[in-house]
């Protein structure tokens, strides 16, 4: 199990940029697979991004391709969310998950950041 908080989340203008960051605690940072996720007033959670436990692969959700960035940094325990071009309907609270390798379901999610953006 890992303990995960998030931070970084605000108010920004529409084409504006945050950096969401997602501090895990314990010393098996480095078996999981780490993901955000994001879900509207009104609207189901959903996927945004995810990175491999090594850092080897990436995935994004169409919707943020070419805005959003995953990394992760194993020296600091921390997976990082950089959003650029932010729009509106990227308003959300954004969690953080995380995925024991060779397991397919989030096991472990942060309490989420409120990101707003205004138009």
């Known amino acids: 199990q890992v303990q995960l908080v998030e931070s970084g989340g605000g108010l920004v203008q529409a084409g504006g940029s945050l950096r969401l960051s997602c501090a895990a605690s314990?010393?098996?940072?480095?078996?999981?697979?780490m993901g955000w996720f994001r879900q509207a007033p009104g609207k189901d959670r959903e996927f945004v991004a995810a990175i491999g436990n090594s850092a080897d692969s990436t995935y994004y959700t169409d919707s943020v391709k070419g805005r959003f960035t995953i990394s992760r940094d194993g020296a600091k325990n921390t997976v990082y969310l950089q959003m650029n071009s932010l729009k509106p309907e990227d308003t959300a609270v954004y969690y953080c998950?995380?995925?024991?390798?060779?397991?397919?379901?989030?096991?472990?999610w942060g309490q989420g950041t409120q990101v707003t953006v205004s138009s």
């Open positions: 314990g010393r098996t940072f480095s078996r999981y697979a």
């Open positions: 998950a995380a995925r024991l390798g060779g397991q397919r379901s989030w096991s472990d």
